[in-house]
């Protein structure tokens, strides 16, 4: 069964960077069969997607806010999906998801479209 484990979340100053990750922990997959992504949630706001890669397609997308600051990667050999994230903001102060998806959800950033969900890990950008 697939079971997403997040890590890295974090207290950082703004400015300062974190690396998430998220590991399949019950098999090996192959990334590459699934559409990723990342999403947050802040209290009192909807979940919103941060940055994905459909499946088939490869390429990054992200949401504005996040446009070169944050990198999503992925690595078959270490079952592994990664949000770099820099130049942290206090705007990104939220709850981070990481989700698989066997199928294109359509559109990627409808989060209720991912089967699978991590349990998330908190990252909180303060002085």
Avoid at 55 to 61: A, I, Q
Avoid at 94 to 120: F, I, M, T
């Amino acid at each position: 069964q697939l079971q997403l484990v997040e890590s890295g979340g974090g207290l950082v100053q703004p400015g300062g960077s974190l690396r998430l990750s998220c590991r399949n922990s019950g098999f090996t997959l192959n990334l590459d069969d699934y559409a990723i992504g990342w999403f947050r949630q802040a209290p009192g706001k909807e979940r919103e997607a941060v940055s994905w890669i459909r499946r088939g397609d490869g390429s990054p997308y992200y949401t504005d806010s996040v446009k070169g600051r944050f990198a999503i990667s992925k690595n078959n050999a270490e079952n592994t999906i990664y949000l770099q994230m820099n130049n942290l903001k206090p705007e990104d102060t939220a709850a981070y998801y990481c989700a698989l998806d066997p199928d294109n959800p359509d559109p990627p950033v409808s989060w209720a479209s991912y089967d699978y969900w991590g349990q998330g890990t908190q990252v909180t950008v303060s002085s």
